[in-house]
């Protein structure tokens, strides 16, 4: 039986953030449901069978606590909307969606967009040592940094330290032209970039000046106790295992610490072992750590990631 229904939002705005990045929200809406959908100014056709029209017409109002708000709606939302569906746990997803992690200079709303990552999220906030394992573009390192920094704003913490391994793990930096800084600055990149989403960069040098936060390579870790601070590992895959017990045991007190990264991505010769995959073996079951595994449905980078990261999985196996 064919059924056809006509959503009708408030605002321009409201269409678009449902709508998601060109469009993309309301393609995988269509493609999950089979049912035809076309925006037309501040209306959503929807036509198909009856039941695949009613269900992107539950999907559409599950998602509502994000366009209402003009936040666009991503892929991932999308796909989380669907497994809350599916999987009767639509009172879980209001609280994801609840759940304002920060919000960056830009006003935008960071929050947590799957059940995975929002479990990562509650692990960030409670544990005093998290490991967060996933492929590209699963937001580990953006999510232990929203949550830093704003554990920093408040104060929590004296002290934010990001660092991670350079240069292959080896941290060989002296065919790199420049001063220290600017040798290990292409690495720590990403942890900036991070930065820059919640702090005016113009802010940050005074802030480093402070030593409010700390940037630096995996290897000037050793020989100290990092007390009152957060610390975020990055890149922890390129650890030797003697690297990892060296910074895991820099720990002090009031301080909480996350080490990220992805096993499948070592950039270690092939006769030495991941500091990273020992420890997740060594210390699990250890009271008081945390672990979260992100997997590629929780990328939520360009939708082009997460089909990259699936092709490349099906390749390797």
């Known amino acids: 039986m064919e059924g ?30 089979g049912a035809r959908l076309v925006m037309r100014g501040t209306t959503l056709l929807m ?10 017409k539950n999907l559409v109002t599950v998602l509502k606590s ?23 746990r639509e009172d ?22 799957t059940f995975r990552q929002r479990q990562y999220v509650s692990a960030l906030r409670t544990s005093d040592l998290i490991f967060c394992t996933g492929p590209a573009g699963t937001g580990k390192t953006f999510l232990a940094a929203m949550v830093a920094v704003g554990a920093i704003l408040e104060q929590q913490y004296e002290r934010l330290i990001l660092t991670r391994p350079a240069v292959e793990a080896g941290e060989r930096l002296g065919f790199l032209p420049g001063d220290l800084q600017q040798k290990v600055d292409p690495y ?26 700390e940037v630096a390579p995996l290897a000037y870790m ?7 601070a957060f610390v975020i590992l990055d890149e922890a895959q390129n650890t030797t295992a003697a690297q990892m017990k060296m910074v895991l045991t820099r720990l002090g007190n ?39 595994e992100l997997t590629k449905a929780d990328v939520v980078r360009h939708p082009l990631v997460q089909r990259i990261v699936a092709a490349y999985e099906k390749y390797e196996m």
Do not use: C
Request: proline letters at 3%; a negative charge; zero cysteines.
């Open 254 to 292: 009031k301080s909480r610490m996350v080490v990220t990264g992805d096993i499948t991505q070592t950039d270690l010769p092939d006769d030495r072992q991941s500091g990273l995959s020992m420890a997740l073996k060594v210390l699990k079951g250890v009271d008081g750590i945390a672990f979260s």
């Open 47 to 56: 036509s198909g069978t009856a039941s695949q029209v009613e269900r992107s």
């Open 66 to 88: 994000i366009w209402s708000q003009g936040q666009a709606v991503s892929v991932a939302d999308v796909m989380t909307a669907i497994h809350a569906l599916d999987t009767h």
């Open 188 to 213: 720590l990149r990403p942890l900036y970039d991070a930065l820059h989403e919640l702090i005016d960069p113009e802010r940050i040098p005074s802030l480093m000046e402070r030593g409010i936060i």
């Open 92 to 113: 879980d997803l209001g609280k994801l969606h609840g759940d304002v992690i920060a919000r960056t200079r830009r006003g935008e709303t960071i929050r947590a967009k």
């Open 4 to 33: 056809a229904f006509t959503f009708e939002f408030d605002t321009a705005e409201q269409a678009m953030a449902m709508a998601g990045y060109q469009e993309d929200a309301i393609k995988r809406l269509s493609q999950q449901t």
């Open 222 to 228: 050793r020989g100290r106790t990092l007390n009152n």
